[in-house]
């Protein structure tokens, strides 16, 4: 079965810098893989997502995140920080239609 | 506001007790997604309904069942609640399958005393 793990349980950084959000995965051959945001008491929104097209994937909001097979690493990532993006950020994999959530990764972002 | 309801907002019940909850997803949407979030075991998927069928089930304990009506909405039963089954009960909805995007609604609180 497939699973997925966040290297980071919590990210610090202060606006204006980059951000990089680690994501391994384990799957059988080709999954497809996802970033979801969850703000304080929201539900989840989608950021982008990986379906074997295009390895860099550009999502909303300046994140994107580049698929690398050879590593099993689905990392996400933002050029510049903005306070709204303080929030958890959860990496999926999925195969079979079934979907395997990380344990999350909460970003703080200092003024 | 994603489009997807989901009631009630709060609910408060006793061990042993059966609750339902109620979700509604996007209009053209045809799959409905259940999922938990608790401190315990983190986000999981619990089970997805396409066009009224099981499609795919995840770590749903027996105790859950689901079912998805012909107008599309969507009830997740939980029986012989526990304690353990406190948590945020997500409903998402999608056009399709699991690799469209999925809308989620603003969760269902569960508490267990």
């Known amino acids: 079965a497939q699973s997925v793990t966040q290297l980071d349980s919590h990210v610090s950084v202060s606006e204006g810098t980059p951000v990089l959000l680690r994501c391994n995965y384990s799957?059988?051959?080709?999954?497809?893989l996802f970033w979801y945001v969850q703000h304080p008491n929201k539900g989840l929104q989608l950021l982008l997502k990986?379906?074997?097209?295009?390895?860099l994937v550009k999502g909303i909001n300046g994140f994107e995140a580049e698929f690398k097979k050879s590593e099993t690493s689905f990392h996400l990532t933002k050029p510049s920080a903005h306070m709204s993006d303080a929030a958890e950020y959860f990496c999926v994999v999925s195969e079979d239609n079934d979907m395997r959530f990380g344990a999350g990764t909460r970003l703080t972002v200092k003024p | 506001d994603s489009g997807v309801t989901q009631t009630p907002k709060h609910l408060i019940t006793a061990t042993g007790q059966r609750v339902t909850l109620r979700c509604s997803p996007r209009s053209g949407d045809l799959s409905v997604y259940w999922y938990q979030q608790s401190l315990d075991q983190g986000l999981q998927f619990l089970i997805q309904y396409y066009n009224g069928e099981e499609r795919a089930k995840g770590n749903i304990l027996e105790r859950f069942s689901a079912q998805q009506f012909p107008d599309l909405h969507s009830e997740l039963n939980l029986s012989s609640l526990e304690l353990g089954d406190s948590a945020l009960y997500f409903c998402?909805?999608?056009?399709?399958?699991?690799?469209?995007?999925?809308?989620f609604g603003p969760g269902t609180r569960l508490t267990v005393l």
């Open positions: 998402a909805s999608s056009v399709a399958g699991v690799i469209d995007t999925q809308y």
């Open positions: 990986y379906t074997s097209a295009a390895t």
């Open positions: 799957s059988s051959y080709s999954p497809s």
